[in-house]
T-cell receptor, first 114, second 115 residues
Framework: KAGVTQTPRYLIKTRGQQVTLSCSPISGHRSVSWYQQTPGQGLQFLFE???????NKGNFPGRFSGRQFSNSRSEMNVSTLELGDSALYLC?????????????FGQGTRLTVV | GENVEQHPSTLSVQEGDSAVIKCTYSDSASNYFPWYKQELGKGPQLIIDIRSNVGEKKDQRIAVTLNKTAKHFSLHITETQPEDSAVYFCAAFNPDSGGYQKVTFGTGTKLQVIP
């Protein structure tokens, strides 16, 4: 069974640009969550999607958005990039149902904003 | 909102010794507590979890204990091996008003097992 796949693995962007990251969950997993990981703030929850609907959101500005497609693949978008957005962005997928179930993480996308 | 504190931030042990990492949480409604291991260049991997209706769970060399009254849970690794070296994160899931769950992670513990 293939794991969670995130693309691209590495990305360098300039301040003010926007970026789109992609996450393909494990087959059969309909819940996808996104996290930002930085040395200073640790792992922080961004949002969760289930059946193409955002059902949970962390404390991030509106520049961070996401969506989920009918095949459960998810994308997150960050607009007007700031230097502080440099981080490892992780997505995790889990089986259907309300949270609190085993989540499988991808390897992440390392975003560097210059 | 939920607040999760994790200690220590770094831990060095000799191979074969035990390692203990502790987390405390603030919201008594939290009901699911997973532990993740993150190796360099990889995403976190679930190693063990515990739900609020259980006090202890063990899986080979790894165990987790939960004290709901004190609102803390701990990861215990016995007979540590060099491959246990990694960053470990605890997390707490608590239900929100919509019935879904939000997750808060601890700040991580860098474990180094010295051969």
């Amino acid at each position: 069974k293939a794991g969670v796949t995130q693309t691209p693995r590495y990305l360098i962007k300039t301040r003010g640009q926007q970026v789109t990251l992609s996450c393909s969950p494990i087959s059969g997993h309909r819940s996808v969550s996104w996290y930002q990981q930085t040395p200073g703030q640790g792992l922080q929850f961004l949002f969760e999607y289930f059946s193409e609907t955002q059902r949970n959101k962390g404390n991030f500005p509106g520049r961070f958005s996401g969506r989920q497609f009918s095949n459960s693949r998810s994308e997150m978008n960050v607009s007007t990039l700031e230097l502080g957005d440099s981080a490892l962005y992780l997505c995790a997928s889990s089986v259907p149902g309300q949270g609190g179930t085993e989540a499988f993480f991808g390897q992440g996308t390392r975003l560097t904003v210059v | 909102g939920e607040n999760v504190e994790q200690h220590p931030s770094t831990l060095s042990v000799q191979e074969g010794d035990s390692a203990v990492i502790k987390c405390t949480y603030s919201d008594s409604a939290s009901n699911y507590f997973p532990w993740y291991k993150q190796e360099l260049g990889k995403g976190p991997q679930l190693i063990i979890d515990i739900r609020s209706n259980v006090g202890e769970k063990k899986d080979q060399r790894i165990a987790v204990t939960l004290n709901k009254t004190a609102k803390h849970f701990s990861l215990h690794i016995t007979e540590t091996q060099p491959e246990d070296s990694a960053v470990y994160f605890c997390a707490a899931f608590n239900p929100d008003s919509g019935g879904y769950q939000k997750v808060t992670f601890g700040t991580g513990t860098k474990l180094q097992v010295i051969p």
